[in-house]
């Protein structure tokens, strides 16, 4: 099964990158807000349905994917 | 009393490159080092410290440090923590320690987003630990610093419980990286793990301009040494 995850830094979170990509995005001329740079993860799981897949992929982020002090995550299945 | 050197094992990561370094100061101050491959699960029998080098394992993939606290080595260092083994972590090896749990927050990267790499001085803030004890509070430490991702973070709540129960070991004297309480060193609670930005490897000698660093390395090999003596 395919999964996508998408891991963003934490509100409150200073993310130096972001900023960045903010301020080139103003020097380009456009009117921006704010830019938050986060992570995409393409996952193709062997799983028996969406239930098992998802609980792995909640396995997944606590144990690598992500770190909860500074970042969370949102679990996108195919098809789901 | 033992006249062989205290085994300290250094736990080499692929992209580890301060492994080698690690290994001559900690020779230099009276240890035999003993370099240890990352899928390895054991650690030698005879290990008495353990020290995390430098570097960029697995290329700083995902988040700096935290593919190698998954790696078999780093399942036998959390035994030996556990069972109180002295364990220290340098610049990559610090984020490995916090990626693993072992000490608590994460370090993010430098908040003016450039790679800094100078000598800095670092203020001892607890000289009550196995891993300060040959420097005194207060004692300011000239060590380099190498990193990209060294701002040490936590919320707040984590860090006035740290720095009470003087877990928070070395500061930067300046603002370094943007890390929190400008905090350079970090102690687990128990007291047998602990990280640090700064390498005191590259600082054993005073040709190189400092041998500060010499300090943090020797009470490391003190507390291998008793270690292996408390066990025999």
Known sequence: MKATVLVRPKDGILDPQGEAVEGSLRKLGFTVEQ?????????????????????????????????????????????? | MSSRA?????????????????????????????????????????????????????????RCGSMASV??????????????????????????????????????PNHQLEFVCKDVPVRVENADTVFTRRCVLGQELILPVKHGEGAWFADEGTFVGLAARGQIVLRYSEDVNGSLGNVAG??????????????????VDPLLGSADGGLLLAALVDAASERVLTAA
Do not use: K
Not at chain 2, 78 to 103: D, H, K, W
């Open chain 1, 35 to 80: 830019v938050r740079v986060g992570r995409l993860i393409d996952v193709e799981v062997a799983a028996s349905g969406t239930d098992d897949a998802r609980r792995q992929l909640e396995r997944m982020c606590a144990e690598l994917l992500t770190n909860p002090l500074i970042e969370s995550y949102e679990i996108r299945l195919e098809g789901a």
């Open chain 2, 6 to 62: 205290p085994v300290v094992a250094v736990v080499v990561f692929p992209g580890s490159n301060d492994d080698r370094d690690a290994a001559w100061a900690l020779a230099a101050v009276g240890a035999e080092p003993a370099l240890v491959w990352h899928d390895e699960s054991e650690l030698p029998e005879e290990t008495g410290a353990v020290l995390l080098p430098g570097g960029f394992s697995y290329g700083d993939y995902l």
């Open chain 2, 71 to 108: 790696a078999p080595a780093m399942d036998a260092v959390r035994r030996f923590a556990a069972q109180g083994g002295p364990v220290l972590g340098v610049c990559n090896g610090f984020q490995i320690l916090c990626e693993s749990r072992l000490l608590p927050g994460v370090l993010r």
């Open chain 2, 186 to 203: 970090m102690l687990n609670e128990r007291g047998n793990v602990m990280g640090l930005m700064p390498h005191p490897e590259h600082a």
